[in-house]
């Protein structure tokens, strides 16, 4: 998703002299050609996140298209102040972009991990809250977000969902994606964990148990429609996320069916609970340590049917 993201941004930065890369001394190799390219838009503010918050929020008021980059937790928690009160409160285009999402950075420990983010950054006003499943829809959501007026947190996993676009399928924010249909339970998750939603339905389709999987790209705004209509017409509702349960796409799921008056057969929510995360390992071992992995989805929906 990071090379994707990256890719696009440049294509966009080259027909667009607004546009500002600021970068938290972070992404060498990656950022090189972008920088070689287009010195003129690119900034390095060092390791020192707060200020290259508060250098995006200046500029964009001044009629750049400022993006921040650095590992998830970095642009977000540490600089939360500046978020708040310099980007949001003045409604300013700037996209805060956090690669390493969730346990992307699973080896170098609970520093590094991106668990309570999307919560935080869906709780303050005017920020929209997107993180793509898979490279092409981070192309299509990079490209939207360019002509969204306004600042937005894009969220990029490690790895990917694994579902390619079909045919004529396009990536729209606000907007969640039906991956596949099944009549006895909805699976609903967010980013690159669809992979794991989708194995766990392969499970359940042997025992005889039809899953939908519904892929959301976006917190806010949310595509409240598909998941009271998935509510309606399945047994049950499963939210997947590499995050904590608490704000993130388990609290925004049973917001959205209380307040449309929706009651699934059951409602179970996999994710972190009310705890830090101490294991260290990869992204894989620790989506097992913690519940989230294919064969935890699985248990859990049978468990509740």
Sequence with gaps: MRDAFIAKLTDLARNDPRV?????????????????????QYVNAGVAEQNMTAIAAGMAMSGWKAYTYSIANFTTLRCLEQLRNDVCYHDAPVTVVSVGGGFSYGQLGMSHFATEDLAILRAIPNMRVVAPSETWETEDLTAELAAAPGPTYLRLDKGQGGVGRRDGEVARLGKARLVRDGSDVTLISIGAILKECIAAADELAQKGVQARVLSVSSLKPFDADAVLSAARDTGGIVTVEEHTVLGGLGGTVAETLLEGGVHPGFFRRIGLTDEYPTVV?????????????????????????
């Design 281 to 305: 390992g990869d992204q894989a071992y620790l989506r097992t340590v913690y519940g989230m992995d294919a064969a935890a989805i699985a248990a859990t929906v049978r468990s509740a049917l």
């Design 20 to 40: 500002v890369l600021i970068t938290g001394d972070l992404g060498f190799g990656v950022l090189t050609k972008f920088a070689e390219d287009l010195p003129s």
